[in-house]
């Protein structure tokens, strides 16, 4: 630091402790549950946890119905989600997104709810 600099002006040269939307690396991301997730900006190691708290999350919120956007690729992040989504409890169906909706690039998912519930 030069003289005269305050500690909180100092330069940043290094930012590999900021993660691309500014909260600093290994905190965790707040997403807001919505009925859909879109799980690309998340590391493919966290998806399968990613997936079973938005689960958690949506099904706290009252959806019955969701839409987990996994892309297209190989197939491989699709397979992921889907063996989360089977060995999930509170997952009635699920299947392919209709074209409309992301097609077999994303998968919609219905919860178990409570009738009163549900949204």
């Known amino acids: 630091m030069d003289a005269g600099e305050r500690p909180d002006e100092r330069p940043h040269d290094d930012d590999t402790d900021r993660e691309d939307d500014g909260t600093a690396a290994g905190e965790p991301h707040v997403v807001p549950i919505e009925d859909a997730i879109d799980l690309h900006p998340f590391a493919p190691r966290d998806v399968p946890g990613v997936v079973r708290d938005y689960l958690d999350a ?9 839409r987990v956007i996994h892309g ?27 074209a409309s909706r992301g ?4 998968t919609i998912v219905r ?9």
């Not at 949506?58 to 969701?66: K, M």
């Open 111 to 119: 919860l178990r709810v409570p009738p009163a519930a549900a949204r």
């Open 58 to 66: 949506a099904l706290e919120r009252g959806f019955a119905e969701v």
């Open 103 to 106: 097609h077999w690039g994303a």
């Open 72 to 98: 297209r690729g190989t197939g491989f992040q699709r397979e992921r989600v889907r063996e989360q989504l089977a060995s999930h409890p509170a997952v009635a169906s699920f299947a392919d997104a209709p």
